[in-house]
């Protein structure tokens, strides 16, 4: 079974700031790995994933995370916070075994403020 | 391409009733999921659906139920509605193959008195 835990359901951080949003996972098997957002009454929108070779993946919005398999993370950042950052973010995990198609295991998600 | 799109974006329904809730996939995607999100449970799994056939499910009981058309479109159905259906249900299609980028409605809110 595969699981995902994102530390701290809210963070807090001021316009230009580092974001830090963290995410660690559980796999038996090679994880698949992705950063969605979701604002307000609607969908959620990919960030970016981690599926095979470079560790460090950049995503839009000046959105980036780092796989590191030896910690089992996959946290996502942005070296400045806007304030059009402020929304809820979802780490997820899958695999490419059969038992996983069409399966992400989220986590509970962070919701960021971001103060001006 | 037009995006994934879900009917209706609002529902109220009362405990008993059934409701069916309608996802039309990105052109020439095959496959589509389905999700549960509440505040308590957060983001579920229900199940996922390639060419017409369930591929895999999550853990939900046999309320919870779903087909796929010829044309990728999918619905899911839940009969004997209970006050905890309350929640929004997202869609999502991908091209098919395993561990590709899902891509996801603006889902359905389903309220249940």
């Known amino acids: 079974a595969q699981s995902v835990t994102q530390l701290g359901s809210h963070v807090s951080v001021s316009e230009g700031a580092l974001v830090l949003l963290r995410c660690n996972y559980s796999?038996?098997?090679?994880?698949?790995l992705f950063w969605y957002v979701q604002y307000p009454n609607q969908g959620l929108q990919l960030l970016l994933k981690y599926t095979t070779g470079a560790t460090l993946v950049k995503g839009i919005n000046g959105f980036e995370a780092e796989f590191k398999k030896s910690e089992t993370s996959f946290h996502l950042t942005k070296p400045s916070a806007h304030m059009s950052d402020a929304a809820e973010y979802f780490c997820?995990?899958?695999?490419?075994?059969?038992?996983?198609?069409?399966?992400?295991?989220f986590g509970q998600g962070t919701i960021l403020t971001v103060h001006p | 391409k037009a995006g994934v799109t879900q009917t209706p974006r609002y529902l109220i329904k009362t405990r008993g009733q059934q409701v069916t809730l309608s996802c039309s996939p990105i052109s020439g995607h095959r496959s589509v999921s389905w999700y549960q999100q509440t505040p308590g449970q957060g983001l579920q799994f229900l199940f996922e659906y390639f060419s017409e056939t369930q591929r895999n499910k999550g853990n939900f009981p046999g309320r919870f139920s779903g087909r796929q058309f010829s044309n990728s479109r999918s619905e899911m159905n839940v009969s004997t509605l209970e006050l905890g259906d309350s929640a929004l249900y997202l869609c999502?299609?991908?091209?098919?193959?395993?561990?590709?980028?899902?891509?996801f409605g603006p889902g359905t809110r389903l309220l249940v008195l």
């Open positions: 997820a995990v899958t695999n490419a075994g059969g038992t996983s198609y069409g399966k992400l295991t």
């Open positions: 796999s038996s098997v090679p994880p698949y």
């Open positions: 999502a299609s991908s091209p098919g193959l395993a561990a590709e980028t899902q891509y």
